[in-house]
């Protein structure tokens, strides 16, 4: 199957600082990318959809000046965490679409944000 | 509204056993899918079943959906200690494009 990296897998930040974090697909154009974060033993909740070359569409209740998405190419999409605090520490999952009729989607493997 | 009930929350079976896990939603769907996360770790896709499909399986994997009673169910057979994981449904919206809606997924636990 398609391959998407995340970077970095694991991240420990001061409270106030900025952190971003990568999303790449590897071998295929990703159209359309998601973010998501997920709390222990929680479900995936949706943060924003990201499309190439246009403003991310966020969800309902996630701030976009805290939750900075950009889209730049067709294979890199980054999430930036602004003045993070200790209640942002979570794990940060993005998936990625070709754009196929298949619907499937192809997750990179989180990455742990921990603010101190 | 939560799209994507799932139940049980936790199951812990012996390995050989058979695990079941089902899955509810409230909308129509283009398609519903079952992905696996083990823990600490991004998301694998398992199975996809379109909303005109009734059973598919994959391996030891076999999927049910049942439109009319918008659930859908996913069953392990000859579980493994390695499919220790949790695992979620996911629908795919009519009205929402390649934009999923995660269930609260179900933790299953196989002991040697």
């Known amino acids: 199957g398609a391959v998407v990296s995340q970077h970095p897998s694991r991240v420990i930040c001061k409270s106030g600082t900025s952190v971003k974090i990568e999303c790449r697909s590897l071998?295929?154009?990703?159209?359309?990318m998601f973010w998501y974060r997920q709390f222990p033993k929680q479900s995936l909740m949706l943060m924003a959809t990201s499309n190439e070359g246009s403003k991310a569409t966020y969800e309902q209740g996630v701030e976009k000046d805290k939750f900075l998405i950009n889209h730049a190419s067709l294979t890199l999409s980054t999430l930036t965490v602004t003045s993070a605090h200790p209640e942002d520490s979570s794990f940060y999952i993005c998936?990625?679409?070709?754009?196929?009729?298949?619907?499937?989607?192809?997750f990179g493997e989180g990455s742990r944000l921990t603010v101190l | 509204s939560q799209q994507g009930e799932e139940d049980p929350q936790a199951l812990s079976i012996q390995e050989g056993e058979n695990a079941t896990m089902n899955c509810s939603y409230k909308t129509s769907i283009n398609n519903l899918q079952w992905y696996r996360q083990n823990s600490g770790r991004g998301l694998v896709h398992l199975i996809l079943i379109r909303s005109n499909e009734r059973e598919k399986h994959s391996g030891r994997l076999r999927v049910t959906l049942d439109t009319s009673k918008k659930s859908s169910s996913l069953l392990i057979t000859a579980s493994r200690a390695a499919d220790t994981a949790s695992y979620f449904c996911?629908?795919?919206?009519?009205?929402?494009?390649?934009?999923?809606?995660f269930g609260g997924g179900t933790r299953v636990l196989v002991k040697p």
């Open positions: 996911a629908t795919d919206e009519k009205a929402a494009g390649n934009k999923l809606t």
């Open positions: 071998d295929f154009q990703a159209t359309t």
């Open positions: 998936s990625a679409s070709s754009g196929t009729v298949t619907g499937e989607l192809f």
